[in-house]
């Protein structure tokens, strides 16, 4: 078996990032690869606390090896990047090892278009083999750059979701609300749910996925953080789940499906090749167009229970334990120069229909709830609340 060193970024607690990261390094290791992890820095240390022990209280994963900094990295048989500036860190490595990139994200969306935008951008093309999660990256990657990626499917783990016997469904939507991320859509998401609250005033809204409160004026239940066992038990009490992600697909919309959930996301190409349509339902992007995707489901039963049988149905194969299978012959691949053949097949979207698009039923809101909407804003914009990230980040970068 190899050696492998994963470069992990600023730990983050709730990150579901991080947690796929930590898990299929973990997976790695229980497969006889010795696995040196390296923490960016120390910020999430406690005082006295070890790299092992602050990941452990965080994800619950145990790590034997785990140092802090990516200035020392000891010479292994592979190295992985995980977020946009540590790919540079892996290209300039003195010694000769695989240089591998574990992508989750189109990560240059989280920034505005300018110079740390195009340094993400060219992370891409530093000659890492990429090993994406989902099927869209690897086909923006072919067609941006000519870079062949492996992928491995977006999956959940089936031991924690699942439908819940006896568990009656409210008359609901779970929206995940992240206003510290703009990638997330916190905004669009709640303009869409003040016109469903409009039009449906019976219809319970929880917001949940973040400390963060936000400026919402409608009626709503704020759950904050919640365990993956509490996620699970939201899914099945809820008739419809929302989810905006616009770099890459979240993988909350397959952990609501694997419970069953039918779920609305916005129809752009970063989703059509990941989300089934018997399951999903993908909106045009504008508040008004999600809220009419929303309605409609909530008011056609007969329908969400369609897609409830559907999403359960797709997600079966699509067990935690499958990912992993799908990450190690990745892995594999990607480790003995194979990436360019096992990247061949042309891959194709899994969504066709045209997008939900809002009729002037939904978009005939009064003029004095839509004031309440524009009006309804973040309590700091994206852009300042990205500002000081952005200039380290990009410090990071030149250096």
Not at 379 to 395: H, V
Request: proline share 6%.
């Amino acid at each position: 078996m190899s050696t492998v060193a994963w470069l992990v970024p600023s730990l983050i607690e709730g990150s579901g990032g991080h947690r796929t990261i930590l898990q299929n390094a973990e997976f790695l290791a229980l497969h006889g690869n010795g696995t040196t992890l390296y923490l960016e820095n120390n910020n999430c240390l406690l005082s006295g606390e070890s790299g092992a022990d602050a990941i452990f209280r965080l994800f619950g994963y145990r790590f034997h090896d785990v140092r802090v900094g990516w200035d020392n990295i000891s010479p292994v048989d592979s190295v992985f990047a995980t977020i946009w500036y540590s790919a540079r860190v892996v290209r300039d490595l003195p010694f000769s090892c695989k240089k591998l990139y574990f992508v989750q994200d189109w990560e240059a969306c989280f920034n505005p278009m300018g110079d740390t935008y195009l340094f993400a951008e060219n992370s891409y093309r530093y000659g890492l083999t990429p090993i994406t999660i989902g099927r869209w990256l690897p086909h923006e990657l072919k067609q941006r750059f000519n870079v062949d990626a492996l992928y491995f499917d977006f999956c959940a783990d089936r031991s924690i979701y699942a439908r819940l016997p006896n568990v009656k469904r409210e008359r609901a939507i779970a929206f995940i609300y992240q206003p510290e991320k703009p990638r997330r859509g916190a905004q669009m998401g709640i303009e869409a749910l003040g016109i469903v609250k409009y039009h449906l005033p019976d219809v319970r809204i929880y917001l949940y996925g973040s400390r963060e409160r936000g400026n919402v004026w409608f009626d709503h239940e704020h759950l904050g953080l919640l365990s993956l066992e509490e996620c699970n038990a939201l899914y099945n009490r809820v008739s419809v789940g929302l989810c905006i992600s616009s770099s890459n697909p979240s993988r909350i919309p397959f952990e609501m499906m694997a419970a069953g959930l039918p779920v609305v996301e916005l129809h752009r190409s970063n989703t059509l090749f990941d989300l089934p349509e018997d399951a999903s339902l993908l909106c045009d992007q504008t508040p008004e167009s999600i809220a009419e995707g929303l309605v409609y489901l909530l008011n056609t039963p007969e329908r969400t229970q369609q897609m409830e049988a559907a999403a359960v149905k797709f997600m079966q194969q699509r067990d935690l334990s499958d990912g992993y299978r799908q990450f190690l012959d990745a892995y594999g691949r990607a480790t003995h120069g194979e990436a360019d053949r096992a990247a061949k097949a042309a891959i194709a979207p899994m969504y066709s229909k045209p997008p939900v698009v809002a009729t002037p039923f939904i978009s005939s809101i009064p003029a004095e709830i839509r004031e309440r909407l524009i009006a309804s804003k973040p309590r700091l914009d994206p852009i300042t609340r990205f500002k000081k990230w952005t200039k380290r980040s990009l410090i990071k970068a030149l250096q």
